[in-house]
């Protein structure tokens, strides 16, 4: 009797339904060797707090923020209605915190997905076409990145003046070097599987091959790649908003809280120094944290295939 044939007084299993357990497992398995990585886990749960801290907490605690109150400037940590003191306008400092990081947080997570999107489109049909094509695509890649993208940022910036969409649009359209080039790599690997070449002589076209096999089956480098992607625009905007680049007031983020707190930095106004710098450092570790949980997660999922 072949392994194929169900045993007498049994009920054949669909192979629908064994795939659909199959890939479960493959999830489940996944799932359990993120959560052995206990600085993945942390990470996760530093994201999650800082997220609730960011949008939830102006919701419970309103504050501020966009008339001074030169009367309130300078107010140490712990002063009435100000638990971590106010800056040199009268801002109160944690409310501050919490306006200046939805401004990261969403320009960090934008920039990072729009990247991770470019590159993952231009990478996989580089890869997959090949030839002249993919010489002359990787060509604009490799020229790009010659060029420092902090030089480009600066140099965008003050041309225009910046918004939380055009830091994402500018972090975007230049961020996605990297991960074309890892998408590239995964595409050249997979174009010469059995499947896609199975489907290409049935008549399938490089769209179909591209969308369907090549991204699909490179999805564990991509989503890794993009938790580095976020964690670079985080910083990315750290660094613009410290130069003075950043989203002009009354709107505020930790790159400019931070640049605000260098100057006060020698008169013992720890309060409008450390906590963006601190808060910049979680989330950055943060998102790096969690893709290395994620990548390993792929990896043993890979190799249960």
């Known amino acids: 009797m072949s392994d194929a044939t169900p045993a007498p007084g049994t009920t054949p299993v669909p192979a629908e339904s064994v795939e659909v357990d199959r890939r479960q497992s493959l999830w489940r398995q996944g799932l359990e060797v993120f959560a052995q990585n206990r600085l993945a886990v942390v990470g996760a749960l530093l994201i999650i707090g800082l997220v609730l801290f960011c949008f939830l907490g102006p919701l419970l605690r309103p504050t501020e923020q966009v008339h001074t109150d030169l009367a309130s400037a300078y107010l140490d940590p712990g002063a009435p209605g100000h638990w971590l003191g106010t800056d040199g306008l009268g801002y109160d400092q944690l409310g501050r915190l919490m306006l200046g990081g939805q401004t990261s947080i969403i320009v960090g997570l934008a920039a990072g997905l729009l990247a991770t999107l470019i590159g993952t489109i231009w990478g996989a049909v580089a890869g997959f076409l ?98 580095f992607q976020v964690a670079d625009a ?37 309060w409008l120094l450390y906590p963006p710098g601190i808060l910049i450092i979680v989330l950055v570790l943060a998102f790096n944290f969690v893709g290395d949980g994620l990548r390993d997660a792929f990896e043993v999922r890979l190799r249960k295939r």
Request: hydrophobic letters at 55%; aromatic letters at 8%; charged letters at 10%.
């Open 130 to 227: 090949g030839g002249w094509i993919d010489a002359a695509m990787m060509r604009v890649v490799d020229a790009l990145m010659s060029i420092p993208a902090l030089f480009l940022f600066m140099l965008i910036a003050t041309m225009v003046t910046p918004t939380i969409g055009l830091l994402i649009l500018i972090i975007g359209a230049f961020a996605w070097l990297n991960p074309a080039r890892l998408v590239r790599g995964e595409a050249i690997a997979l174009r010469s599987r059995e499947y896609i070449l199975a489907m290409r002589g049935m008549g399938g076209g490089p769209v179909r091959a591209v969308r369907s096999h090549i991204v699909r089956n490179a999805i564990g480098t991509v989503i890794v790649n993009a938790t």
């Open 234 to 270: 985080v910083l990315y905007v750290a660094y613009l908003s410290f130069l003075g680049l950043g989203v002009p007031p009354p709107a505020a983020n930790w790159g400019g809280m931070l640049s605000t707190g260098i100057s006060e930095a020698y008169s013992e106004r720890w």
